[in-house]
């Protein structure tokens, strides 16, 4: 049946689906049971913020608590995945990744390659994403940009509770590594979710709304901001196209093509750093594989090039704002051919 | 009576989760005769975009309900009078007019959705009406009990009507124990068993309509009549083009040119409609369910079975309805039946006609239910 549960919920219920399909779906990671090995407390925890939170219950052995050594544990599932299983790998913060990077950057991502493809390595790395948890420097970055350079990696960003669920189920079916970014930011955004399983393909970009002024490209929770943007520009008689690129490798190429052949500008949202990030990638490939549908430079909205503060009042400031978004269409619309929303008869 | 000439046009209820629409403009001017059954106004939901007939006669007095903007559902957006009705009472009704509570609605109506335990699995549907006689709506191949979301209201007005996800669509179990005509009417039978219909008047669109008939032929006592709505079951042609680009198409941008083959008004097919399908279609166990079903009811691209021919001779009140447009299965197999059904091809819909003419197959079906009664 469909109905509204948070992301949080939705992961919860796309690994219990699948452990309850797929025997070789195992689940390791810092306290993602809780506890174990203290009477009455097996199922206390459930991973930093809960998410795995039951399903020790209904699986028992298959899930693991490891030590607080993620090069340890993300090997070991690497090496569990090659040989067989499917694992899913939580590391609380993508910011840990970096002790890491040897066995994802260098075993997982090139297995495939170097065996001659006699070998995959379908693990699933969870992690969490973003800013806005007042959680400083060391557990806010959106890393993201760094996972998508590396080819043989499969990085996917939900921004809700459906698409969460369906991506994550094919990112555990899927036979390559994949980076699963979740934004704790969205863990209670709620969304009407199906009981049953099922997937999303990777590379498919979703248009969540429709307009004809400009495209807004965004993932994760910029795609919230990019709506709030696109609201308040309506009030204005603006329209915008917003897509949610879901999966950021793959990616969409095609849908943001499309989309920008109508709309002749572009903004990108990415709550990553501004150099070598989502948005400079999204520009870049437009500006050389569609220059000439663009009427205007395209524009970026991005986190700035600092860490993230923990200062509340800092911290909201360093998050890509809606009127922020707001302010970079208004800055496309007035500058390049038909400035000022007149368009030129052509 | 003052009231009596006086009548409102309210924002419909389309479908069991609509609670508010978007008025996108009005097709009468004020002051304009209007007979039942014109075009009043254009509204759009979430899922769909379609027109508002008249359900009454009258001068429209007044216009109230603004363009591009979302009302309640049963919210005053205009009112029809008689020329005799004056300014002030006019005025009257719109003040003390009341838009009924979306709670108090849902209290009367019981809850949307329901769930049947059949052998064969889970069948979800929803249930409208406390009349005596029974309706069971029946969707065609890929759809849903929201197929019927402009009529399941109008009809149950004076029926109890039920409408179900076939076995291996929308929310019902996603395996088909057997994918034959027979197999999907003896699902039918074991659902009206399951929720206590000893017999009932079938309303199938499509597939539906050949899985009414094919029930018709396997257990007559338990079926008062049969209306067939672009029904499959009459003749060997369907567009088999179709039917392979709906069960291939894996994203939105295959999808929607698939779609508009099933409505005339092809600006129909919106975003959100194109979305639910596709989130059908991604349900674990739906590609395999479509494929068995396909395989099995249309191979080769012909229908396999043909139940209507052998229905000439049952002893059944039998209504046939199509839009004159339909892409998927012609509107000349209407003819099949003639001299036994009562036959109506409408103009200007397509093979979902029941959702773009709704007011005229509404009040078909009422009038064909009133006599088989």
Known sequence: ?346 | MTESRIRPIVMPKWGLSMSEGKVTGWLMKLGATVKVGDELLEVETEKIASVVEAGDQGTLRRIIGEPQTVYPVKALLGVLADDEASDSEIDAYVASYVTPAAAEEEEEAGPQYLVAELPSGTVRYAKRGEGDAAIVLIHGLGGDLDNWLFNIDALAKRASVYALDLPGHGQSSKTIADPTLRGLARALIQFMDEVGIEDAHLVGHSLGGAIAMQTALDAPDRVRSLALIGSAGLGPEINSGYIDAFVTAGSRRELKPVLQHLFAKKELVSRQLVDDVLKYKRLDGVDEALRKLTSSLFTGGRQQALPGAVLRDADIPIMVIWGEDDEIIPAKHAATLIGKARTHVIAGAGHMVQMEAANAVNALLEEHVGAGR
């Not at chain 1, 980076?179 to 970009?205: Q, R």
């Not at chain 1, 990638?281 to 503060?309: I, K, S």
């Open chain 1, 1 to 346: 049946m469909a109905r509204k549960i948070s992301m949080k919920d939705a992961i919860n219920e796309a690994i219990d689906l699948e452990m309850r399909r797929d025997p070789t779906v195992i689940l390791m990671g810092e306290d993602v049971v809780g506890g174990t090995g203290s009477p009455g407390e097996a199922d206390a925890w459930g991973g930093v913020l809960g998410v795995t939170k039951g399903l020790y219950a209904k699986h028992g052995k298959r899930l693991m608590d490891t030590p607080l050594s993620e090069s340890a544990y993300v090997g070991a599932a690497i090496g569990a995945a090659a040989c067989g299983m499917r694992p899913i790998a939580e590391l609380m913060f993508i910011d840990f990744m970096g002790v890491c990077f040897d066995e994802i950057f260098n075993q997982a991502a090139k297995f495939k390659y170097m065996f001659g493809g006699k070998a995959q390595t379908p693990v699933v790395i969870r992690t969490m994403v973003g800013a806005g948890f007042r959680a400083a420097a060391q557990h806010s970055q959106m890393l993201t940009p760094i996972f998508t350079h590396i080819p043989g990696l499969k990085v996917v960003c939900p921004s809700n509770a459906y698409d969460a669920k369906g991506l994550l189920i094919q990112s555990i079916r899927d036979n390559d590594p994949v980076i699963f970014c979740e934004h704790k930011n969205l863990y209670a955004h709620e969304s009407d979710v199906p009981a049953e399983a099922y997937t999303i393909p990777f590379g498919e970009a979703n248009v969540v709304r429709e307009g004809k002024d400009a495209t807004i490209v965004a993932y994760g929770l910029m795609v919230h901001k990019a709506l709030e943007a696109a609201e308040a520009l309506a009030k204005e008689k603006v329209a915008v196209d917003v897509i949610d690129l879901r999966t950021l490798s793959p990616i969409d190429w095609d849908t943001v093509i499309e989309s920008v052949e109508n709309t002749g500008r572009l903004v990108v949202v990415d709550e990553a750093h501004p150099r070598c990030s989502i948005a400079t990638d999204v520009a870049a490939y437009v500006g050389q594989n569609a220059f000439g549908a663009l009427r205007a430079g395209a524009q970026m909205v991005t986190a700035p090039h600092t860490p993230v503060p923990f200062s509340p009042a800092l911290e909201d400031l360093y998050i890509p704002s809606s009127g922020a978004i707001v302010a970079a269409v208004r800055r496309t619309l007035a500058s390049g051919e038909g400035a000022g929303g007149h368009r030129k008869a052509s």
